[in-house]
């Protein structure tokens, strides 16, 4: 936060009786967290998702510290200032202040005495006074000014928009999943713990002496579950790709076993999936900070795609992005530069695709191209390029010009950024979920909510319930 002007203290002779000073201020999620990193205090009623109660609805009450600590803002940024020192606090809490609630903060000078203030000060919510206080305070000897200072950046490591797709598939029927190979315990408890969450009912298809071996290894009852005896790799992903096929099945889930085995299955033209376009991968990315879900593709399928192959990738990525409740996805494809350049060939295609959405080639939303990185998610450098439209500065999707390229801005997001990530391969009739080995639990529940809100997309061409959100 940066102070956005000086902040000057007065002495003791300085201050009448009576002079006063008020903020206010809105309780949010990371205030809350920030308070719990900072003091250790773990209370579960403090916190924004927990119940600390047992009532069944999270309460996310301010502590009486964090409040008496709004007083202490007004103390030293105003009345007397910096350099003030609080000697005696007494207070009394009152109502509960909330998270999402904003609060009246007031200090009032009420008496003087031997080169001490003594202030009254109030913390106001909508339920009423939540805190009153009585503060001492000594005002410095040697009052200062001083110039705005700029705190360090705090970032909370959340993923709102990936609770609010795994919120959104509560009005959805779990997608009947094939799972392919799951003779790894990762492979099998990222299924299990979909199924406990009903986005999916998995179909384990594999060895069963290995898909049981994983079971007890996690101690986890699988007897419940429909399971396939599949002899090796290739026919368990002829297997999934069949009961897709044959309407038994809405998705496949990729388990123990290598990509390239599970994807020549979906393109298979005797059992496979094949649609009209071409298949291609799509990372969903959950960026701290970030307004708003982000799309990168091509990382995982097409290695050097041309035209029109891209193309297919961009209308992929569109459509799934209107299946998770973006009205109008804003695709961005990216090139190292913004200009056209002949010895670029990224941004001859970036161009020809942006013509092909403005000629109806692609359809459901707006594409711009050539975008470098910056000016494709930085309104503030889009500017400086004057670069205009709806997409420059604003991209959800980021196309990128081939799977290198993608596949190090997706992993630099993760691993730098600290974004957690769903993964699909789109293009086929059906979802086709596709998750790595060195991917979190987390990763693998949120890609299963994925594929279960496109594969309800694709029967019904809306977003569940709750979804949709303005672009």
């Not at 999943?177 to 998995?202: C, F, N, Y």
């Not at 000629?359 to 711009?368: A, E, M, P, S, Y």
Request: aromatic content about 4%; charged content about 20%.
């Amino acid at each position: 936060m940066t102070q956005t002007s000086t902040i000057k203290a007065r002495g003791y002779d300085a201050i009448e009786i009576g002079e006063h000073a008020e903020l206010t201020r809105t309780v949010t999620a990371n205030d809350l967290v920030f308070y719990s990193h900072a003091s250790g205090d773990l209370n579960p009623l403090h916190l924004p998702e927990l119940d600390g109660d047992g009532d069944g609805v999270a309460e996310a009450y301010a502590p009486t510290a964090y409040m008496a600590g709004l007083l202490s803002a007004l103390v030293g940024n105003t009345l007397p200032g910096p350099g003030s020192r609080a000697t005696d606090f007494k207070g009394e809490a009152g109502a509960p202040l909330k998270m999402g609630e904003t609060a009246r903060v007031r200090i009032e000078i009420v008496a003087k005495s031997g080169g001490l203030l003594t202030l009254k000060g109030i913390v106001e919510g909508p339920g009423g006074v939540a805190l009153t206080a009585q503060i001492t305070v000594a005002p410095p000897d040697n009052p200062q000014s001083f110039e705005a200072y700029e705190l360090p950046d705090l970032l909370v490591r959340r993923h709102p928009h990936f609770d609010r797709l795994l919120k959104a598939c509560d009005g959805i029927e779990p997608a009947r999943t094939g799972v392919v190979q799951p003779h790894s315990e990762d492979a099998l408890d990222g299924a299990l713990k979909a199924a406990a969450r009903e986005l999916i009912t998995p179909i384990l298809i594999g060895k069963r002496t290995k898909i049981e071996a994983a079971a007890r290894a996690l101690g986890a009852d699988i007897t419940g579950f429909e399971l396939i005896e599949a002899e090796d790799a290739e026919a368990a992903a002829a297997t999934a790709c069949r009961m897709v096929a044959d309407g038994d099945a809405d998705s496949v889930m990729k388990g123990h076993l290598h990509t390239d085995t599970l994807l020549r299955a979906v393109l298979s033209r005797s059992h496979g999936l094949r649609g009209d376009r071409r298949l291609s991968h799509a990372f969903i990315l959950d960026v701290p900070g970030r307004d708003g879900l982000l799309f990168v593709t091509d990382a995982a399928v097409n290695i050097a795609p041309d035209l029109l192959a891209k193309a297919d990738i961009v209308q992929n990525a569109i459509d799934l992005a209107l299946a998770l409740g973006l009205k109008v996805p804003k695709a961005a494809i990216l090139s190292a530069v913004e200009t056209v350049n002949p010895a670029l060939p990224s941004t001859l295609d970036a161009a020809a695709l942006s013509k092909m959405a403005d000629r109806g080639q692609i359809t459901g939303g707006l594409v711009d191209g050539p975008l470098a990185m910056d000016n494709a998610v930085d309104l503030e450098a889009a500017a400086v390029k004057k670069l205009t439209g709806p997409v420059a500065g604003r991209a959800d999707i980021l196309v990128a010009p081939n799977l290198e390229a993608g596949n190090m801005l997706a992993k630099e997001l993760i691993y730098l950024a600290r974004a957690e990530t769903a993964g699909i391969v789109l293009g086929a009739r059906a979802p086709v979920i596709l998750t790595s080995r060195a991917d979190s639990a987390f990763s693998r529940l949120v890609s299963c909510a994925v594929a279960a809100l496109h594969a309800s997309w694709l029967k019904t061409g809306e977003p569940a319930p709750g979804l949709s959100r303005d672009a």
